[in-house]
C-alpha cells in the first residue's frame, strides 16, 4: 500500500452528514479528532506506528481459525453483502451438528485455535424455513442454536469459538458467554442513513451501541470495528470511532478494533460503488490507531488488501483470523494469504508474527474476571506462558483417553491421547520444529537488551522478561547470543555424568499438585502401589551402579511419613558403606528442611553431619518456581521461596555444592521465571556455589494439576529453547553451565537446545522415574554413544564429566568393596567384605 495523500478532509460538504427528512443526524465527532484528521496522512500513519510500536512492541499477531458458517440466512439487507443467501439458495437453513463438528475437527487438526462462527442475524424473524428448521430441531433461536453448538466445538475438539451474531439482549449476550470466551460484532458506521442499511433493522446504530454497552456490563472480551466506504464521511468514522473508545473507557471490554475496507462485490446492490480508495483506508486505520485507547489492539484484514504489507505502516498490530482449513465466507473472492506469506510480509518490515487465541492475552490472563469457568480450562490449555496461542506446529486435541502402565519401579505413566500431534515435553512421538534453522533478526526492546548484553552489561529483571518474549527472528537472534557466550564460558565440549537415579519411596506426607510420582501412605486405591526401598535395596543398586561405570548416584523421593532426619544420614553412610568413591548427590531442599525441622538442629549442623556421612551436593529440585504467589497454587504446603535459598546457601556454606532447577510450563508466567533468576542470581553472587542451571518442563500427561483442568500442556518448545538461552545470558560469569533435560525434551530437541547456550547433557539417568511418572516417555538411559550421536553432527566434542564438571578421565574408579547377598537371604542385609575375612 502506497500512502498517499487524503481525497477530502472534513471540511469538505460531503464529510459532514447533513441531516436527511428532518431525521437526527449522526453524532459527530470531537474537536480533537477533527482536528487530528486534518493532518497530513504521512504523519498521522508515523504517528500511528509510534502508538503501536510503544505500547505491542514488534509483535504482530493472528488467529489461526475455522470458519463455521453456520446459517447464511439473515433478516438484514445489506446492500454490500454476499455472505446472506434467501433459502432456495441452500441445501439447508443451518449446518448440522454433524457438519458443524465436521469443519470444527478439520480445524483443530490444522493447529487452528479459534471456531469463528459466522451468521446472519436473526433469520426466524424473517424467513419461515429458518423457524420451521429450529422448531423441528428444538431450538427456539438462531442465538440459542448458536450456544449448545460453541459448547459442542469447544468440547469436542477443544477449539475457542468465537461468535459474531450480531446486536443482541443482555440475556442472549450472557448465555453466549458461557460457551464462547469472546464475542463481536461491528459497528461499521453510526450514520442512520446510510442507503447500504436500508432494509436491515440491526444495523440501527442504537442497537449496535447498546449491545456494545451490555458486552461491557457483562465482561466479555470484545471484538468490533468499523467498515471503510460504504457511503459514510469521515466525520462519521470518528464518530463511531469516539463510541468504541467511550465504551471502552467504561469497561475496558475491547480487546480489538477491526478496520475493514469495502470492496464492491457481483451481485449486490453495491456492485458498481467504487472500492474503498486506498488513501482514504490508511487514514482510517491511522486514525483509529490515535483516537482508540493504546490497549486496544487494532485489526486489518491481510486479504482484502492487495499490498496487506503497508497496512503495517499505518499502526495495526493484528492480522485478524486467518485459515489454513476453510475459505473466507464473507468475502469468498478473497483468499486468505497462505500462513508461510503472511510471515514473510511480516517480517520483511522487521515485525514477529505469534499466533493468538480468540482473546487476548490481557483478558486471558485474568480469567477471573474475563471468562466463564467453563471457558477458563479450554483458554488455558491452548495458551502459552504469555496467554497467547501455543506455536507448535500440529494438531492440538482436548486430552481424555488415557491409559494406565505400570512403568515398574513405583512410577505409573498415563498415556496421552495421541491425536494431537504438536510437540511436548516429556511426548516422544512428535519432533519439535526447527527453530535455530531460521532467520535471525531483531529489533526494538529485544534488540537493545542483545546489544547491551553485548556490551557487557548484565541483564535485570524486565530485561530478561524481554528476551523470554522473543518469537520468531528474534528467538534465534537470542539463541545465537547465547550461543556465543557459551562458546566464551565453556567452549565446543559437551559434558555428561554417568549417573543413576535413585527414588527410595513414593510416599510422601506434601500435596504437590504437579506431582504424578508420590503417593499417599494409603494410596493403594490409587494409580500406582506405594513403595519404600529399605538400606539394602539401595545398597545394592549403588553397587550395580558402579559396576556399570557410574561416577554419581541421585538421590530422591517423597517425604515418607516415618522418616526422621536420621533416614538421611542412614542412607548416605549406607552407601558410603559399600561404595566410598562414589559421588553421591542428594536431598532436595525440603528433604534437607524436614529433616533438620524433625530432629530439632540448624540447617548449617544438618548438613555438616549429612556431609560427614557421605554426601557431597544437592540437587535443586524442590525450586519448582521461586515465586511464591505460584507455589502458593503449585505447592502450597512446601517450603517457601526463602527456605529454598536458605537451605542452599546454609549447603554452599559448609562445603556442599548445588544446582539450580526451574520447573516451568504449569501455570507460572516470564516474569515468574525473571524472579526465579534473578533471585538465585544473587545467591549465586554471595557464594558461589551454584555449578549449573538446569530447567525442568513441567510434563503435564499424567500430572494431577493437568487432569484436574487446573495447568497448561507444558511450555511449547520455543519456550523450552530460550529457558536455556536467556539463562546463559542472565548467569554470564557467574554459572557456566547450561544443562538439557533429554529426558524431558528427548535427543532431537536437546540437540538444537545445545545451538542456543547449553553444554551439557544431564546423565545416563538409569531408572529415571520422576519424569516418567508425569508421562515423559523418552526412556530411561542414554550412553556414551547417545550423547556422541547428538554432539558430534553439529561439531562438537563430548567428555564425561564428575559432578563438580571435573573430568572425569583420570579420576579414581568407583568400584564395590561389597558381595551381594545370596539369593536366598531373607533380611537383604549386604556384608561388608572385611567382616568376611577369608570366606573372600
Known amino acids: 500500500m502506497t ?46 506506528a509510534e502508538v503501536r ?24 439487507k445489506c446492500g454490500y453483502c454476499t455472505f446472506a443467501q434467501p433459502p432456495a439458495r441452500l441445501d439447508s437453513p443451518y449446518l448440522t451438528p454433524e457438519q458443524v463438528l465436521e469443519i470444527a475437527t478439520s480445524g483443530a487438526r490444522a493447529g487452528c485455535h479459534e471456531a469463528l462462527f459466522t451468521l446472519g442475524e436473526r433469520p426466524e424473524l424473517r424467513y419461515p424455513a429458518a423457524a420451521e428448521w429450529l422448531r423441528t430441531h428444538g431450538w427456539d433461536s438462531t442465538v440459542h442454536y448458536l450456544v449448545e453448538m460453541c459448547r459442542l466445538v469447544r468440547d469436542e475438539t477443544g477449539l475457542l469459538p468465537h461468535a459474531n451474531p450480531g446486536a443482541m439482549t443482555a440475556q442472549e449476550l450472557a448465555s453466549l458467554r458461557e460457551v464462547s470466551p469472546s464475542q463481536g460484532m461491528m459497528i461499521e458506521s453510526l450514520n442512520p442513513h446510510l442507503d447500504c442499511h436500508r432494509g436491515s433493522p440491526d444495523k440501527e446504530p442504537a442497537r449496535r451501541l447498546a449491545t456494545l454497552e451490555a458486552a461491557g456490563e457483562l465482561a466479555i472480551p470484545y471484538t468490533t470495528g468499523i467498515l471503510v466506504g460504504i457511503g459514510e464521511s469521515l466525520a462519521d468514522r470518528l464518530a463511531a470511532l ?76 493484528d492480522w485478524g483470523g486467518v485459515s489454513p482449513v476453510t475459505a473466507d465466507h464473507v468475502n469468498p473472492e478473497r483468499p486468505w494469504p497462505a500462513l508461510d506469506r503472511l510471515r514473510e510480509i511480516t517480517e520483511a518490515r522487521a515485525f514477529t508474527l505469534a499466533p493468538r487465541l480468540t482473546i487476548y492475552p490481557e483478558f486471558a490472563l485474568q480469567p477471573e474476571r474475563w471468562l466463564a469457568e467453563g471457558n477458563r480450562f479450554p483458554v488455558m490449555d491452548r495458551s502459552d506462558a504469555e496467554g ?63 546489544d547491551g548484553v553485548m556490551a557487557g552489561q548484565q541483564v535485570g529483571h524486565e530485561e530478561i522478561v524481554t528476551l523470554f518474549s522473543a518469537r520468531g527472528p528474534e528467538v534465534v537472534a537470542v539463541g545465537e547470543v547465547a550461543d556465543e557466550l557459551r562458546r566464551e564460558a565453556v567452549g565446543d ?61 541421585t538421590l530422591q523421593g517423597g517425604i515418607h511419613p516415618s522418616f526422621d532426619g536420621d533416614y538421611y544420614i542412614d542412607v548416605c553412610r549406607a552407601i558410603h558403606d559399600v561404595v566410598p568413591e562414589m559421588h553421591l548427590h542428594g536431598f532436595t531442599a525440603l528433604e534437607v528442611i524436614e529433616g533438620a525441622k524433625r530432629l530439632g538442629e540448624s540447617l548449617v549442623d544438618y548438613l555438616m553431619r549429612l556431609k560427614e556421612a557421605g554426601l557431597k551436593s544437592l540437587p535443586g529440585t524442590a525450586a519448582e518456581i521461586l515465586d511464591d504467589s505460584v507455589r502458593a497454587v503449585l505447592c502450597p504446603d512446601k517450603i517457601n521461596t526463602a527456605e529454598w535459598l536458605e537451605c542452599h546457601e546454609a549447603a554452599h556454606a559448609v562445603g556442599l555444592h548445588s544446582n ?67 539463562p546463559r545470558i542472565a548467569y ?52 556414551e554413544q547417545d550423547f556422541r550421536d547428538i554432539a558430534e553432527p553439529l561439531g562438537r566434542r563430548t567428555r564425561q564429566r564428575l559432578t563438580g564438571y571435573e573430568n572425569a578421565d583420570g579420576a579414581p574408579e568407583v568400584r564395590s568393596r561389597m558381595l551381594r547377598p545370596t539369593d536366598n537371604a531373607t533380611d537383604r542385609k549386604l556384608i561388608p567384605l572385611e567382616s568376611l575375612g577369608s570366606r573372600v
Open 3 to 48: 500512502i498517499i495523500e487524503p481525497s477530502h478532509t472534513v471540511d469538505d460538504p460531503a464529510a459532514n452528514g447533513a441531516p436527511a427528512n428532518g431525521i437526527a443526524v449522526a453524532p459527530q465527532p470531537t474537536a480533537g479528532s477533527l482536528a487530528l484528521a486534518n493532518r497530513a496522512l504521512a504523519e498521522l500513519a508515523e504517528r500511528a
Open 53 to 76: 510500536d510503544q505500547s505491542f512492541g514488534t509483535r504482530v499477531t493472528y488467529s489461526p481459525k475455522v470458519f463455521i458458517p453456520l446459517t447464511m440466512l439473515c433478516r438484514d
Open 242 to 317: 469516539e463510541a468504541i473508545a467511550a465504551s471502552h473507557a467504561r469497561w475496558g471490554h475491547i480487546q480489538e478494533v477491526i478496520v475493514q475496507n469495502f470492496l464492491p462485490k457481483a451481485g449486490t446492490s453495491m456492485h458498481n460503488m467504487p472500492a474503498c480508495p486506498p488513501d482514504e483506508y490508511a487514514q482510517a486505520i491511522a486514525l483509529a490507531r490515535l483516537i482508540l485507547p493504546a490497549d486496544i489492539h487494532l485489526q486489518a484484514p491481510p486479504n482484502l488488501s492487495d499490498d496487506f504489507g503497508g497496512l503495517l505502516d499505518c499502526g495495526i498490530d
Open 388 to 450: 497467547l496461542g501455543r506455536d507448535d506446529p500440529g494438531s492440538q486435541m482436548p486430552e481424555r483417553t488415557m491409559e494406565n502402565l505400570d512403568a515398574g519401579s513405583g512410577a505409573d505413566v498415563l498415556v496421552a491421547d495421541e491425536n494431537s500431534t504438536q510437540w511436548y515435553s516429556g511426548g516422544a512421538g512428535h519432533l519439535p520444529t526447527n527453530i535455530m534453522d531460521g532467520p535471525s533478526h531483531a529489533r526494538g526492546a529485544v534488540r537493545e537488551v542483545l
Open 493 to 553: 565440549i559437551v559434558t555428561w555424568v554417568h549417573n543413576r537415579n535413585i527414588n527410595y519411596t513414593n510416599v510422601c506426607t506434601f500435596k504437590c499438585k504437579f506431582c504424578g510420582f508420590s503417593k499417599g501412605p494409603l494410596s493403594l486405591n490409587l494409580r500406582g502401589t506405594p513403595y519404600m526401598l529399605t538400606l539394602a535395596d539401595i545398597q545394592e543398586r549403588v553397587i550395580e551402579a558402579a559396576e556399570l561405570g557410574a561416577t554419581e548416584v
Open 660 to 726: 539450580i532447577t526451574i520447573m516451568f510450563g504449569s501455570i507460572e508466567h516470564p516474569e515468574s521465571w525473571a524472579n526465579h533468576i534473578v533471585a538465585t542470581r544473587d545467591l549465586q553472587k554471595r557464594t558461589g556455589g551454584f555449578t549449573e542451571w538446569v530447567p525442568l518442563p513441567f510434563v503435564h500427561m499424567a500430572s494431577p494439576i493437568y487432569l484436574r483442568k487446573g495447568a497448561r500442556r507444558g511450555p511449547t518448545f520455543r519456550e523450552t529453547l530460550l529457558m536455556h538461552a536467556v
Open 732 to 783: 554470564r560469569g557467574l554459572i557456566d553451565n547450561i544443562q538439557v533435560s533429554w529426558v524431558k525434551i528427548g535427543p532431537p530437541g536437546a540437540q538444537q537446545i545445545l545451538r542456543a547456550g547449553a553444554n551439557d547433557m544431564g546423565g545416563t539417568l538409569m531408572d529415571e522415574n520422576i519424569s516418567r511418572a508425569a508421562g515423559a516417555q523418552h526412556g530411561q538411559g542414554l550412553t
